[in-house]
């Protein structure tokens, strides 16, 4: 069962403007972490925000947030103020005990 | 610092052939796991390892074999290479204790089987 599910194949968004990417997860699990990727057309893998199943606080990491939505089971990325060179694949990812399982991904697309 | 080293970049075999993708880490992580990359699917889990010599099956095992038998090395292995197994392959480690743990990962091996 897929327990990431990222609905957004692509996205698009005005630079300078805002974006949410959504991320739903699957879990029985009381305790989890949860994480944001971005990989861009260079192909590797850049670690972007963190977010823990306790934390009561969304995390922010600069122009990243993390809206993060326990009851509903979701972890959306916020990017504000968007770059050109925002536009990139990003994953959606989750740990539950010592494996890290990923979503499908988003592909971004900044427009001047 | 070189993290997360992984060996060939670039790579083409032909059907049947065996073959080993290294990956090494020097941040003394005791967890490696190995992923593939296909378009539309994101990253699945192959096998992965919470330490030397002790190892697991992830999401997608078949037609691969893995090893620790160091701290710092995770190789996988393609045991008769099909063109199913035509992806980008990922090695990625982490500290096993600890909340915010994230995982490094290694620069990706693209692998055709022709």
């Known amino acids: 069962a897929q327990k990431i599910t990222q609905t957004q194949p692509g996205m698009f968004v005005q630079e300078k403007e805002a974006v949410t990417l959504d991320c739903t997860y699957d879990t029985s699990d009381q305790s989890y972490g949860l994480f944001w990727y971005k990989q861009p057309s260079s192909g590797e893998m850049i670690f972007l925000i963190y977010?823990?199943?306790?934390?009561?606080q969304n995390a922010t990491e600069g122009r990243y947030s993390l809206n993060f939505q326990k009851a509903r089971k979701s972890a959306n990325l916020v990017i504000s103020a968007s770059q050109l060179g925002d536009s990139a694949m990003y994953f959606c990812a989750m740990r539950e005990r010592d494996d890290m399982r990923f979503g499908a991904g988003t592909r971004l697309t900044v427009k001047p | 610092n070189a993290g997360v080293t992984q060996t060939p970049k670039f790579q083409v075999l032909k059907t049947g052939q065996s073959m080993t993708l290294q990956c090494a880490q020097d941040?003394?992580?005791?967890?490696m796991s190995w992923y593939r990359q296909d378009p539309g699917m994101g990253l699945r889990l192959i096998h992965y390892s919470v330490g030397a010599g002790i190892t697991d099956q992830g999401e997608v095992p078949n037609g691969y074999n893995v090893s620790r038998s160091t701290t710092e090395d995770f190789p996988l292995r393609l045991l008769s290479a099909a063109p199913s197994q035509t992806s980008v392959y990922f090695c990625?480690?982490?500290?096993?204790?600890?909340?915010?743990?994230?995982?490094?990962f290694g620069q990706g091996t693209r692998l055709t089987v022709v």
């Open positions: 990625a480690s982490r500290f096993l204790k600890g909340s915010n743990t994230e995982a490094f």
């Open positions: 941040m003394n992580h005791e967890y």
């Open positions: 977010q823990g199943s306790y934390d009561e």
